[in-house]
């Protein structure tokens, strides 16, 4: 037995999947998600008002409710659908959009998804793991240059990467701290996606100074997932994956984030099996997810699959899945990343999106790298908006949205059922905002081109006078704060 195989025949731990199983059934029923999807039938105004109504008060769809929604094809109804996401997304996160880029680690992978560039039997794929020196280089760039305050840190799935250079590399990114035209850079918040886990590995994690924790569960139809991961990988443990959020909740780790690769089955399944995986997670973790986020499938090196899918996702569709996830789980975070394009992205974040990234570069070690563009053979897929995260400021300026890089939530406690609540009681603002604020100026002053910190400064008066309208007696003490940041500290927080 070599290392390798070793390495991957201790991973996956039975006892922590059967806990979570019901009469030896997972959560999630193929038959009966279908059976639901074809029972419904366009809804009159009435029922969709009565639906949207739920939605509004923030209040979880069930998986009935959401089956008519995915049916409706009245324009007029589909606007009233549009108008009500909107207004939850402003109830719930106001006009805030968060920012991240992701950072890869590495590309060696044990398995062999059909639609993925990073798969063992890639050949083409040219294989690196970055050494604690480079993720140091990697991250000055993010935090010296561009001026990034969260990451979400990709890893494949190999012994290279397990969980011992995942925590180490963590340590190395927080203990990063670059100089800026008026104070420092650091990351503040690391979010991770990685393979499945077992309780014990994720307790080292959340202990390492985790944000979020996401897995995708990439496609939820039972027999779509055994045909993309073959048999004898990792990967093809439906299960493992399936649970590994329930496991991540049982570690301690409270903000766990969901996805669906699109474009591997019928997107109307999986945003039904979405939602039955969050209200599990709410019914029986008492915590649903974070985040969830919507990946399409982009084309990849040596993947049939990515080009040929027959259930590859258009552009109206991707919008309605959006609409519904906004409408379906109203509380949750929604992020959407750069494999999408510019014009998508806008329309997107007004369909109830809160979370994407910028100045995005997916090669190993490509930040750091001068020169580099977009080289499939380094990458997992290509990119669709290789906008900065300058661009994306100033562009999110002039749709009226404040670029927040707050990152307080998770270091005061502000997490998981905690967070839920505020959200739920669209009170969360009361401290996201006043947060946002304080690191948007922090940005502006570091970062922005003269034209970007013109139109930025115009939001951020905007959101002053709200502020100030609100609670005029906090206000002083919170305008301090402001006045601190101008003056070059950082990284404060209320
Ligand atoms: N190896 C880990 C895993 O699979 O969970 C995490 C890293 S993997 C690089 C992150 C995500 O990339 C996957 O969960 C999948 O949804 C997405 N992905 C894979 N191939 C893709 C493609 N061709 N286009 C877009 N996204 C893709
Ligand atoms: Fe490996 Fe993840 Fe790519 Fe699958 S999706 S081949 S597990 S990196």
Redesign the pocket.
């Known amino acids: 037995m070599t290392a390798e195989t070793a390495w991957i025949a201790d991973r996956i731990k039975q006892n922590q999947i059967d806990r979570y199983l019901d009469q030896g059934h997972d959560l999630i029923d193929d038959a009966a998600i279908w059976k639901k999807i074809e029972a419904a039938r366009e809804p009159d105004a009435s029922v969709v008002r009565a639906i949207l109504a739920r939605s509004l008060a923030v209040q979880t769809l069930t998986p009935e409710e959401l089956a008519l929604l995915i049916r409706v094809q009245d324009p007029e109804m589909l606007r009233e659908m549009e108008t009500a996401a909107f207004q939850i997304k402003k109830k719930v996160y106001d006009n805030r959009i968060v920012t991240f880029a992701p950072l890869y680690m590495g590309n060696y992978?044990v398995?062999n998804?059909a639609?993925?560039?990073?798969k063992h039997e890639n050949l083409r794929a040219k294989r690196r793991v970055l050494s604690q020196d480079e993720i140091r280089r990697e991250t000055e760039i993010l935090t010296g240059k561009i001026g990034h305050k969260r990451i979400i840190a990709?890893?494949?799935?190999h012994p290279l990467t397990g969980i011992d250079y995942i925590l180490e590399s963590m340590k190395t990114i927080y203990g990063v701290k670059t100089p800026t035209k008026h104070g420092f850079g650091n990351i503040r918040r690391i979010n991770v996606?990685?393979?499945p886990m077992s309780v014990e590995e994720l307790v080292r994690l959340r202990d390492g100074g985790l944000g979020t924790y996401q897995?995708?569960q990439?496609t939820y139809h039972h027999e779509t997932y055994a045909k993309l991961h073959p048999k004898g990988t990792l990967?093809s443990d439906y299960r493992w994956r399936l649970y590994a959020m329930h496991r991540a909740m049982e570690a301690g780790i409270d903000d766990v984030g969901i996805?669906v690769?699109f474009g591997l089955y019928d997107w109307r399944f999986e945003v039904m099996a979405l939602l039955d995986h969050a209200i599990h997670l709410e019914t029986k973790m008492g915590i649903g997810p974070h985040t969830v986020s919507f990946?399409?499938?982009?084309?990849?090196l040596n993947?049939e699959y990515?080009e040929h899918s027959p259930y590859k996702v258009s552009d109206e569709d991707f919008k309605k899945i959006i609409l519904l996830i906004r409408l379906a789980i109203p509380y949750t975070g929604m992020i959407i990343t750069a494999?999408e394009t510019a014009r998508m992205r806008r329309e997107a974040i007004s369909l109830g999106i809160t979370q994407t990234d910028a100045s995005t570069k997916i090669g190993i070690g490509s930040y750091s790298e001068e020169g580099q563009g977009q080289e499939s053979e380094r990458q997992?897929?290509m990119l669709g908006d290789t906008r900065s995260l300058n661009e994306l400021v100033r562009d999110l300026a002039e749709m009226g949205h404040i670029t927040s890089f707050c990152t307080a939530g998770y270091r005061c406690g502000r997490t998981g059922k905690c967070i839920m609540d505020l959200l739920r009681s669209g009170q969360e603002g009361k401290f996201c905002k006043l947060n946002a604020v304080l690191t948007f100026q922090e940005w502006l002053d570091d970062f922005a081109t003269p034209a970007t910190r013109k139109a930025g400064l115009r939001v951020l008066e905007k959101e002053l006078e709200e502020i100030k309208a609100k609670n005029p007696q906090g206000f002083p003490v919170f305008y301090q704060f402001l006045e601190r940041v101008r003056k070059g500290e950082r990284d404060l927080f209320l």
Not at 115 to 118: A, K, L, Q, T
Not at 154 to 157: A, N, R, S, T
């Open positions: 992978c398995n998804c639609y993925c560039g990073f990709v890893y494949g799935e996606n990685a393979a897995v995708f990439e990967k996805g690769l990946p399409r499938m982009e084309p990849a993947s990515a494999r997992q897929f």
